[in-house]
Every structure is written in C-alpha cells, then in structure tokens.
C-alpha cells in the first residue's frame, strides 16, 4: 500500500506533514510518497530528526496557497506539490491521496485529472462529525454547491457505503437535511431528491431537521454543498463556545478548580470525542481515486489519521463498492 501525501498542504506543512508520515509509517506500515521541493522536505526532516524510512519524495518546487484561484492547479501552478500528487495519482503511483491543502483545488484537480465515477455527475466532501452518541456523515460539506435530485441521492448512496465500510455501521440511517419532517417538505431540489432516494439503494429514513443531527437522528446527513458548509462551520463554532464556556466554569473559584480535578476523566474523554484530529479528514467521495482533504490546520496526529483512513478507503475497495450501487440505480430506473 502506497499513499500520495501532498508535502505543502497545510498552515503547519512542511514539518506536521512530516511528522504525521513518520507516525504512520511506524502505526500502519504503509509506504508513503511526499510531493514538494525535495531540498527543503530532506532539510526539514533532517532538522527535526524525522526518520523517512519507507518515505520517499517526488520533487515538484511549486506551491498552491489558499489565496491562489483553485483553477491555477491546472496551469499556472501545474507544477506544484498537490498537482504533482494528482498526476501521480491518476498513473498508478500510489494508491489514494492525502492533502490539507486548499479545499477548493482538490475538488477541481480530483475532477479534472483524476476524473469522477462513471455515473456521478458531482463528487462530495464528506465530513465526519460527532454526536451525542458517535458521530455522522455531512454529505456534502462544501465541494459541490449548486445541486440537483440525482446529486443528492448519490450523495447519500455514497455516503452510506463509506459509513458502512470505514465506520462499520450496519445499514447506515441516511437523512434528506430539510425544513421539517413531513414528506413535501422544502423546495424543488428537496421534493426531488427525497422521490429519488427512496428508491436508490440505502437506507433512508426520509427528511431531517438540523436541530435534531446533533442526537444522531441519521448516519449520514444529505444537503447541498452551501447548506452543508453552513452546518459545518456552526457546528464548528458552537463547538468552541462550548468548550470555552466549560472552561470558563471550571477555572471560576476554588470550587470550580476542584470539581475540574474530579470530571478531570470525563473533560477528557469528551474533549476526545470532539477532536477532529481522531477522524484525520473528509474524504471526497465520487472521484475514480481515494482522497482525503485534511484539515488546513492539521497536526502530525491529523496527518497520520488521514493516512490510516486513506489506506482503509483504497484496502475496502469504496470504489468499487460505489461503481456497482451506480449500476443498481441506473438498472433500476430502465426497469
């Protein structure tokens, strides 16, 4: 198993980048391959002491940053670490892609050189995020905002697999994100894709409301890539106010210091369960090549969880899994 890390994705790349390589390597025994400047991967890897056993480097001297125009990836930034890994990807090379580079150049470079799925017109940011009592899917989170029915069924039909086959859920519950409960809810993109997915191949449970995705309603929650990235991003500042608010109340006088020395076991155990580090990244589902977009501000924790769920999307064949759900949708409406 060899996986494509892009060495320049990320506020703390090139060294966190290097450092998540490392743990993987010595956690899951992958063998991995670092686009970017060589010289200065090998001196900042020599400068913090970094092993590269089982690491190599492909040298491609360009960087794509998060003010360039995600288009640039494919011209005037080709030679750059992330379009490297893609072309590598697309060759045979290596066999899924990890980057916490700009979200918006992975969509256009996974689409445009490592190409979709036959039979999926849009791939999908899939975000993992805790609940009260595990976690669920956010499909889409971003990558794809102006959507259609069929979109958002094979959203959640993809969706579904890969919560089935990395997360082992069995028969993941899929949710239609909606105004209300009811059947007519919404407008005509919601009223489409809820005809649509009752009859794709999933489990899926009809509509739901945002307030009710915290306490696990669904496995896997269906949306547009707008009204996905707005549940994200609240979800993620909710989080903060949270966890800050906690804070706050624990280091208010003697009695809140010591009621924190006594939930010190539980403050710990629910700051984990929150830690988007223990997930390493979205995968995006629909493209012929497992990717996985870690978070921009990862740390080498986040970047060795990337790979290690990089590893599971290329070992558990999603690909293939997701190209046979297509043919079933496809057989069942020449029905």
Excluded: W
Excluded at 158 to 165: A, D, E, T, V
Excluded at 261 to 268: D, L, P, Q, S
Excluded at 270 to 283: H, I, L, N, Q, V
């Amino acid at each position: 198993m060899k996986i494509i890390v892009d060495g320049f994705g990320g506020d703390n790349a090139p060294l966190a980048v290097l450092q998540g390589c490392e743990l993987a390597v010595k956690e899951y025994g992958v063998d991995l391959l670092v686009t970017g400047d060589e010289e200065i991967l090998k001196k900042t890897a020599r400068e913090n002491n970094i092993s590269l056993d089982r690491i190599a480097f492909y040298h491609a001297p360009g960087v794509i940053g998060m003010e360039d125009e995600p288009t640039a990836l494919l011209k005037e930034k080709s030679d750059c670490s992330m379009a490297a890994a893609f072309n590598l990807l697309k060759g045979g090379a290596g066999d899924a892609f990890v980057s916490g580079g700009s979200t918006g150049a992975i969509v256009i470079g996974a689409n445009f050189i490592v190409k979709r799925i036959k039979g999926i017109k849009r791939a999908g940011l899939a975000t993992v995020i805790p609940t009260i009592n595990g976690c669920y899917m956010l499909m889409d989170a971003g990558a794809t905002l102006d959507c259609k029915p069929e979109t958002l069924t094979h959203f959640g039909m993809m969706g579904s697999i890969y919560m089935n086959k990395i997360m082992d859920v069995r028969e993941p519950r899929v949710g239609l994100v909606n105004v209300g409960t009811e059947d007519t809810k919404g407008g005509e993109l919601q009223q489409g894709a809820f005809s649509m997915m009752q009859n794709a191949p999933m489990n899926f449970i009809g509509n739901i409301e945002a307030r009710d995705i915290p306490a696990g309603v669904a496995d896997v929650a269906v949306a547009d890539g707008f009204t996905g990235n707005v549940i994200l991003k609240l979800t993620e500042g909710l989080g903060s106010m949270f966890s800050k608010k906690i804070k706050d109340m624990f280091m208010e006088g003697l009695g809140g210091k010591l009621s924190a020395v006594m939930m010190m076991g539980k403050i710990k155990d629910f700051k984990k369960s929150m830690d988007y580090t223990e997930y390493g990244g979205a995968p995006l589902l629909g493209v012929m090549k497992p990717v996985i977009k870690a978070h921009g501000s990862s740390n080498p924790k986040a970047f060795k969880n990337a790979i290690r769920q990089a590893r599971d999307f290329a070992e558990r064949n999603l690909i293939g899994e997701i190209e046979a759900a297509v043919q079933q949708m496809k057989n069942a409406g020449e029905e």
